[in-house]
């Protein structure tokens, strides 16, 4: 079982701070939630950014997605498209935020849900790291299932984005 350490019990926590002198590690707190799902990818930032800000490329690497439809134009803000998925839902989309080659941010809405995804993208000396930031919400009776959808959902993201990363792979 190891050995016994014989330690007080922790002094309550001055104002704002903590009870415990060493920091909790990364990746141990839903603060830190986007250190555990960050993909790194073996392309440089541009490449990666231009492939999956792009939504024609959509249903080459999201695993829900059958196809893209009407997509208006070249990814910009403001552009817009229809997701259709394996299932056959089909939310509306928009490019909400594209700042070449660092951060691009869509929302996608759909019978009283939404959801929206950051992707944040920085340089490694291997390529770069995508790291993604998603929300999911229902609106009234839906608001249950949206906080479940919610808490799974960066999840399939990663899963996706690592599928990506194998597809860009040289």
């Known amino acids: 079982m190891g050995p016994v350490v014989r330690r007080g019990t922790a002094a309550a926590a001055a104002r704002g701070g903590r009870p415990h002198p060493e920091p909790v590690r990364r990746g141990l707190r839903a603060a830190d939630r986007g250190a555990v799902l960050k993909v ?4 440089p930032c541009a490449v990666a950014f ?15 997605l059958a196809r893209v439809e009407d997509v208006d134009g070249e990814p910009r803000v ?20 594209l700042d070449r080659p660092h951060r691009w941010t869509e929302i996608g809405t759909w019978r009283g849900f939404s959801a929206t995804l950051t992707l944040t993208f920085t340089e490694t000396p291997t390529g770069c790291a995508v790291e993604p930031t998603m929300t999911v919400r229902g ?8 906080a479940v959808l919610d808490a799974l959902a960066p999840y399939a993201v990663r899963s996706d984005l690592r599928h990506a990363a194998s597809m860009l792979a040289p």
């Open 40 to 43: 790194h990818l073996p392309v």
């Open 50 to 64: 231009d492939y999956l800000a792009d939504p024609r490329n959509r249903a080459e690497w999201q695993s829900s």
């Open 78 to 97: 403001g552009q817009t498209w229809v997701d259709v998925t394996k299932p056959g839902l089909r939310p509306a989309m928009e490019t909400t935020e």
């Open 139 to 146: 609106r009234g009776l839906r608001a249950p299932l949206g």
